[in-house]
């Protein structure tokens, strides 16, 4: 015997009360939107409020793109696809280009979004001011009173104990000038595409059980200081050994034999396009010749 489940897992109640968190989500940028968050089939810290944000708003007609860490293969990345399929019958793809939702863990694709993707980001810790106040309650407060104090002094700590920030990812946002939020543990290369992005960003955090939202065309800050500019990971003179790409966000590995340090392009599935097209480049070479 075979169980029928439902379309996406959830049975149409769910749906309708996260989808009704996300449209509020939507209409107040950046605001932490509180969710019954649901047990599911996979571990809380593994993607739960991405997933279910996936499972609610996915259709029969959507392709869906699984990355994790900037991979596509990787185990969780897999599975979540896995689920998603077996309980939808949705395509799956490996293209950004192609995908009409992407959820990922910790990167935004290289490839830049369109109006026609929804971009669904796993969130661990959805508050950008826990590290200054343990309290949900007063960090609703500070948001409500637009008192971002806190933050911005953590950042000053920094400066004047480091000389930069050194907050290597989570770098907190401003978004549409009102409220500060935790753009999820993405690189700071990737916060700037968070910026007047034409894709919608839907956030997601199932242990916090709080989703939020960053419209298509919002504008979206990193906190930094006027004489303290925003810098995001620098990559100068490096470039993938595999693709030769030099403008993309990196992985430094370690040759076991050598030693020696090399990168390669953190996005999988861009390093692959790239190296596919340079396939093609020879006879585009040849026709121009004759």
Known sequence: MQLQTHFALFDEGSKKEIRRAILKAVAIPGYQVPFASREMPIARGWGTGGLQITLSIIGKQDVLKVIDQGSDESVN??????????TTGVETTIETSEATI?????RIPEVPLTEKQIMVLQVPIPEPLRWVEPS???????HAENDYSGA????????MKY????????????VHDRYVMAPSPIPRFDNTKMHQSEALILLGAGREKKIYAVPPY???NSLAFEDHPFEVESFDGKHCHLCHA?????DELINQETGESYYQCNDTSY???KLNEQEHMPEVVIEHAR
């Open 271 to 273: 390093c692959l396009a």
């Open 102 to 106: 992407i959820q990922s863990r910790h």
């Open 152 to 159: 911005w002094l953590l950042l000053f700590e920094q400066i």
């Open 77 to 86: 990345a897999v599975n979540i696809k896995k689920l998603v399929n077996k």
């Open 246 to 250: 030099a403008t993309v966000f990196m």
């Open 163 to 174: 000389g930069k920030t050194v907050t290597n990812a989570d770098h907190p946002v401003f």
């Open 218 to 220: 919002t504008n979206v």
């Open 136 to 142: 949900e309650f007063k960090t609703k407060k500070l």
